[in-house]
């Protein structure tokens, strides 16, 4: 069985101007963290938030995904808090409002200037662009193709909404085509699957799972989350279920049988199965291995 990439499920935002929530992520289980200087922090502690989040990533290295989150390119903080993240240990930053290509070429021309000065490996600190504008949605393609560093996009449901006046809602169409516009990008260019938007509302689990049930039909591998108590919900969605993995088991076992056979498709509990369901069926049971193999204990 080939390997599959293990999918990063869970991102969790946490203020670098907190340290008392910072140091609880490192026991929560999220499978990255976004350390936040934008839209969790006061404008008048993000100066000194920078190099809080730059200790976080030294200390916890290893343990998870570590990602900083600068503020968007057009403010007077950006260029300082991108030199203030490249650390050791730093998997990459997380830029918000990306609206072309543009954007990115900056963010890598000095990322790669300060790996070099720093002694990271070069091209080491992965680029994740938010798409959270009009502008950014229609220049997904570009996006999504403008440097090696972008290896997923994500997409920013609250200042989409706020940017083209619709609602946040579960069933705003808009929103739903641009989840499908940003998908689409991810999968034409090469990129792994993209990551779904935070959802806004702590107390409704209901329309969390909703989202998430969503994003992942989509062709999503994960969700932003703004508190720990939404990560069992998103871990789950995003995982195979035990349904899903003993479906592809009889899938591939019927499927070799009648490859062996002589025969490349069949008829599986009244569902027509050949070489496109079983590769399927292949990617979730490797998927449910690799998450055997990093579970805990």
């Known amino acids: 069985m080939n390997a599959v990439p293990l999918s990063v499920r869970s991102w969790l935002f946490s203020p670098a101007s907190h340290a008392r929530r910072l140091e609880k992520t490192r026991a929560v289980s999220t499978d990255a963290v976004i350390v936040d200087l934008e839209d969790a922090v006061a404008a008048s502690e993000k100066i000194g938030a920078r190099s809080a989040a730059a200790a976080y990533v030294r200390e916890a290295r290893g343990e998870r995904k570590a990602y900083i989150r600068i503020n968007d390119l057009s403010t007077i903080w950006a260029f300082g808090d991108l030199e203030s993240a490249c650390v050791a240990g730093l998997d990459g930053i997380v830029i918000p409002k990306v609206e ?41 393609s570009e996006i999504a193709r403008a440097v090696p560093r972008v290896r997923r996009l994500a997409f920013g449901g609250g200042d989409f909404t706020n940017d083209t006046g619709t609602a946040w809602t579960l069933d705003n169409p808009l929103t739903a085509h641009v989840r499908a516009q940003i998908a689409i990008a991810s999968r034409a ?7 779904d938007t935070v959802w806004p509302a702590l107390d409704d689990e209901g329309g969390l799972q909703a989202e998430c049930t969503t994003a992942r039909a989509m062709g999503y591998q994960g969700k932003m989350a703004i508190h720990p108590n939404q990560l069992t919900a998103i871990n789950a969605a995003f995982s195979p279920s035990a349904t899903e993995v003993a479906s592809a088991e009889r899938i591939v076992a019927a499927f070799d ?10 008829v599986l ?5 050949d070489y496109p369901v079983v590769h399927r069926a292949r990617s979730v049971l490797a998927s449910a291995a690799r998450r055997r193999e990093i579970a805990p204990g």
Do not use: K
Request: net charge negative; charged share 25%; hydrophobic share 45%.
């Open 100 to 140: 072309s290509a543009r954007d990115l070429f900056i963010a890598d021309y000095l990322i790669a200037n300060y790996e070099r000065e720093r002694g990271l490996a070069p091209g080491s600190i992965d680029l994740m662009p938010i798409l959270e504008t009009a502008a950014g949605a229609e220049n997904a």
């Open 189 to 195: 260019a090469g990129l792994d699957p993209p990551i």
């Open 257 to 266: 049988a009648a490859e062996r056979a002589g025969s490349s498709a069949l």
């Open 269 to 273: 509990e009244g569902r027509f199965i």
